[in-house]
Structures are given as structure tokens and as C-alpha cells.
Nanobody, 125 residues
Framework: QVQLVESGGGLVQPGGSLRLSCAAS???????IGWFRQAPGMEREGVSC????????RYADSVKGRFIISRDNAKNTVYLQMNSLKPEDTAVYYC???????????????????WGQGTQVTVSS
């Protein structure tokens, strides 16, 4: 049974940084961990993802150059380092997972089968 647990959200001022963590367990095959976010009244959107096998990554254009996704396979944890945060980054952030024999990195929401409970990130002065 795949389980995902996010942590690290909070309140930060514009220009500040936060690091989110996603502790993952229960995989049978290689997997991809994705970070998604949903602001009030908006659709959930993909932010970034990383492959457990080769470490390949993808980023949404809106976060390129500001967010960094990384993994610690020994701890089965994926991190999202968020720098230069903007008020428009305010959202509930979710980690999600897909697994397969040769999983492909993607930011397409419907490709993900497993979801965490979400963590609130608020960027405000």
C-alpha cells in the first residue's frame, strides 16, 4: 500500500524560502513523485516531479529557476525547495506518486494514482 506524507508548509514572507518533504513508502516498482498545488478557486496544477530510478525532473514554467526538487532514496523522501516565493505561490501543496516498470516523469494530474493529504503554503507579508 503506497503511502505519502507531506510536511513543511507554513507562512512565509514574499522572497522567502520553504522546504516541503514527502515521505513515501509501499512501492513495488520504480516510481515518480510529483508535487502539485491548488489555490482557492483554481484547478490543481503540476509544479515539479522526479523519478526514483534516474533522478530526471520536470518543472512547471512558473517555478523554473525558483524551485528545486530532489530525492533521498535512502530515506524514501522527496523534497521541494521553494525559493523566491511569491504571493501567487500560495496554495495547498500535494505530493503524488505513480509507479511502473519504466515510469515517465509527467506533470499530468490524472497520471498519478496516489496522493498525500496536502500541506498549506501561504506567502504573505
Amino acid at each position: 500500500q503506497v503511502q505519502l506524507v507531506e510536511s513543511g508548509g507554513g507562512l512565509v514572507q514574499p522572497g522567502g524560502s520553504l522546504r516541503l518533504s514527502c515521505a513515501a513508502s509501499g512501492f513495488t516498482f520504480d516510481y515518480v513523485i510529483g508535487w502539485f498545488r491548488q489555490a482557492p478557486g483554481m484547478e490543481r496544477e503540476g509544479v515539479s516531479c522526479i523519478s526514483s530510478s534516474d533522478g530526471s525532473t520536470r518543472y512547471a514554467d512558473s517555478v523554473k529557476g525558483r524551485f528545486i526538487i530532489s530525492r533521498d532514496n535512502a530515506k524514501n523522501t522527496v523534497y521541494l525547495q521553494m525559493n523566491s516565493l511569491k504571493p501567487e505561490d500560495t496554495a495547498v501543496y500535494y505530493c503524488a506518486a505513480l509507479q511502473g516498470v519504466v515510469p515517465t516523469t509527467t506533470l499530468i494530474l490524472r497520471e498519478y494514482d496516489y496522493w498525500g493529504q496536502g500541506t498549506q503554503v501561504t506567502v504573505s507579508s
